[in-house]
């Protein structure tokens, strides 16, 4: 059974918050919403650190990155420039192009199949980390070999599943080792790192040049490398600094946003009444046009409430990056010790029959008239955290998702493959830090026709 749903058990027998061991290592279990307020808020200032999770720190140039990187005062810069320079409301807007033609790309390579059956996932998989590449390197390698022979996308993915496989060695360390040795891991985990460390080396290299500085649009490796030789902050910016960076936006962006979107769609197919509500809601306000652009996207309001119905009940980060205790503190009665690791359970709070109506139905309208939110302040609903280590990246997953959803079901009605019914859709999870469909989406797009006034919703 999957991490998320065996601490779901556990929740079940022992309560909202349960103190149980990880190997050698206390860990604090979170499953309510109250007491997820009493960790990411109240206390916040005692949890706001990582435990050092030995598998990401090759990959992770020694935790010179911001999401695993110890609190202090080089996290707090590292933040400040993320958020600020990379993640802004005007950078993510800046993107904007970016996400139009992508968006566009793959509703045409969906189009050229129309009325056969499309692998979805992979679709959403290209799209992602086309997008991605595109707004941190300027360019997209999707589709070519690189010198080093595999493709970014899968070095990326194999760096996330040898790094989910390593956590082990965090919390059971002489063990943890010898297996991580003897297994291959360590030598699969150096070889994985050496390639995408090539690969950054040789995107800073490029973006070196100094006739770059002169063009007007700028990715993300640009923008660092300014960052570089203005020196902001007081930690010595190096290119070290740089590549952990961009480690993390492609660790901490693509998968995320990939499998939020795979779990939209077969959401949305087991539901043909929410199907044809929020598909009509998108053809009525955006009207005959060849796509849904930016601009449209608030007044798509029906469309927001799906995506946070997709959050609450798919969280990709289902648990959140584990956080650790950093003083003594009490909690509802326990006493939390230094060095205590706390695993906030969000899939299991975004079920939590207290909080939400009829948990496992999939029924965007308990949205409506209700100003919950994902940014953090609603602590029933944390897709993305909350508090000083909450995700800096909601706007720019958020930009890309919507776009990307709301362009799929205006261009298309969607079917399911022929002899498939909607109860025979399978939703198997797998995965450890983020929850993917396990196996491939697979549908049938059949090409919206504006003429015709016949309804073809499954
Ligand atoms: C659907 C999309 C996404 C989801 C659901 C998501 C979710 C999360 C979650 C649950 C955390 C841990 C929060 C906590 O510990 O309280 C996190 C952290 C983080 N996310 Fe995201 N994320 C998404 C997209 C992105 C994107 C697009 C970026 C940037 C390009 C990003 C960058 C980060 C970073 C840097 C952190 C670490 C923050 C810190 O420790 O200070 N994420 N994200």
Redesign the pocket.
């Known amino acids: 059974m999957l991490p998320h749903r065996s601490l779901w058990q556990l929740s079940q027998k022992h309560g909202p918050i349960m103190l149980f061991h990880l190997g050698s290592v206390p860990a604090l279990l979170i499953s309510s919403g109250n007491m997820a307020r009493e960790i ?1 808020k109240t206390h916040d200032h005692v949890f706001c650190t ?1 435990p050092v999770l030995e598998g990401f720190r090759k990959h992770l140039y020694d935790f010179k990155d ?2 695993l990187a110890p609190y202090g005062e080089y996290w707090r810069q590292m ?1 400040k420039t ?1 958020v600020l320079e990379l ?1 802004s409301t005007k950078r993510v807007q800046s993107f904007q192009s970016v996400r139009v033609q992508e968006v566009e790309h793959m509703i045409n390579s969906i189009s050229v199949k129309a009325s056969c059956v499309v692998n979805l996932t992979e679709k959403l998989n290209n799209l992602i980390h086309t997008i991605i590449q595109r707004i941190v390197l300027g360019v997209s390698y999707e589709g070519k070999k690189t010198d080093y022979g595999g493709n970014f996308a899968e070095l990326i993915h194999g760096a996330i599943s040898l790094m989910a496989a390593s956590t082990v060695v965090s919390y059971t360390p002489y063990i943890g080792g010898i297996i991580a040795l003897f297994t291959g891991l360590q030598t699969k985990l150096e070889k994985n790192f050496n390639e995408l460390d090539k690969l950054l080396q040789q995107a800073i290299d490029e973006h070196s040049d100094p006739e770059r500085q002169t063009q007007e649009h700028k990715d993300i490796v640009d923008v660092l490398l300014r960052v570089e030789s203005d020196q902001l902050g007081e930690i010595g910016f190096r290119k070290d600094h740089i590549k952990a960076i961009l480690m ?2 492609y660790l ?2 693509t998968e ?2 990939t499998e ?1 979107l795979v779990w939209a769609m077969p959401e949305l197919a087991k539901n043909p009444r929410v199907m044809k509500k929020v598909q009509d809601e998108v053809r009525r306000c955006v009207g005959k046009k060849k796509k849904v652009d930016g601009k449209d996207l608030d007044q798509l309001h029906y469309l927001t409430m799906v995506m946070k119905e997709v ?1 609450r009940l798919h ?3 289902a648990i ?2 584990p ?1 650790e205790c950093m003083s003594h503190c009490n909690i509802y009665g326990y006493d939390i010790y230094p060095k205590t690791w706390v695993i906030v359970n969000v899939w299991t709070i975004g079920r939590d029959p207290d909080s939400w109506k009829d948990p496992e139905v999939f029924f965007p309208e308990r949205f409506i008239d209700c100003l919950i939110d994902f940014r953090g302040q609603d602590f029933d609903f944390l ?5 000083r ?5 909601i706007s ?2 958020t930009a890309i ?1 919507e776009l990307a959803l709301a362009n799929l079901i205006y261009c298309f009605n969607w079917e399911l493959p022929l002899g498939l019914k909607i109860e025979d859709l399978e939703m198997d999870e797998t995965g450890i830090f983020v929850i993917k469909k396990k196996s491939a989406l697979r549908l049938v797009p059949i090409k919206y026709d504006w003429g015709s006034s016949k309804e073809n919703f499954f």
Not at 389 to 393: A, D, E, H
Request: glycine share 18%; proline share 12%.
């Open positions: 990411l990582r911001v999401a933040r993320s993640l993390d936006m901490d962006a995320t946003t939020t959050l969280p990709p980060g959140l990056l956080r897709p993305f955290g909350a508090g280590r909450g995700c800096p990246g720019m997953g998702m």
